[in-house]
């Protein structure tokens, strides 16, 4: 039952990922805005609901290790699995906005994160903090993107139905999450019964179904030549992790670690996160495209995590 529900769970996904990317586009169509700015707002919210989903059912119901482990290990796999596989289906032009206010974003976040979880707990006021700054944020990103194209000359491209277009994004969000919901179910069934621990399990199998949406929707995006929907959404995804999904879950119920847990992920993890994320920076400015060499980098970083943390917990 448990590689029926995965099996199923990455059908549905893939369904809801094609539906996505084509709402996305037209949505982009419609607002004036740019597909990178739809794919770091609208579709990087809804792939990283299941995180948001996951961590708050983890910590409602004490879990804390697997809310902040989703999110850690979440981060790692859209770095360096899905946008190393994504760049191996088709190389990637790296737009500047990516590389000037995206990327140093993205590192914000992670470096406010790393400070507030230093002492174990993420208490309401850290989380606020981190919600607020997204909200300004996604807010400015928006009026920015808006302005820049009143100011272009070009011709816009037909616009199609706002109606479609958004049935079409809620059809994808929809599907990506029941999706990854029943790919999460049906993977953590089988890593409990191999008697794998609440951290591990939050840092791989829960991480890698979560980053199910962004996995699907980037391949989706590539495969479609829609590359600034593709980076957009990864990046966006992890400021949306940190930001929304832990500084939501936080707020909700503060996140208190005990401190083997809090050990494992400040000391190990994030240098993981950290080092992925500084790493991707030389990757974005050198070089024409992001292409399928820099892939197989990040695929070999991702694989060196995951065989480190599997093989410290036999």
Known sequence: MDFILLILGLAVLVIGGEFLVKGAVGIARNLEISPLVIGMT???????????LVSLQAAAEG???????????SN????????????LIFPIIVERQTKVIDWPVM???????????????????????????????VTWLIRRSRKESKLKIEEHPVKESTLLTVGYL????????????????????????????????????????TSAPELVA?????YRKQSDISIGTLIGSNIFNIMAVIGLTSVVSPIGLKSADTSQF???????????AIALLPMLYFGAKFGRLKGVMLLTSYIVYISIIVSNNI
Do not use: H, R
């Open 42 to 52: 609208v579709v990087s919210f809804g792939t990283s609901a299941p995180e948001l």
């Open 107 to 137: 590192m914000l976040a992670t470096i406010l994160f790393y400070i507030f979880l230093f002492d174990g707990v993420i208490e309401l006021w850290e989380g606020l903090v981190l919600f607020s700054f997204l909200v300004t944020f």
């Open 218 to 222: 980037s391949c989706v995006a590539a």
């Open 266 to 276: 400040l000391y190990f993890d994030m240098y993981w996160v950290a080092g992925i």
């Open 63 to 73: 879990s804390p290790e697997i809310a902040v482990g989703n999110v850690i290990g």
């Open 76 to 87: 790692i796999a859209n770095l360096a699995l899905v946008l190393g596989l994504t760049v």
């Open 170 to 209: 809620l059809l994808g969000l929809i599907g990506l999450y029941f999706g990854s919901e029943w790919f999460v179910e049906g993977a953590v069934q089988i890593a409990v019964n191999l008697g794998m621990s609440k951290s591990v399990i939050g840092v791989t199998i829960v991480a890698f179904g």
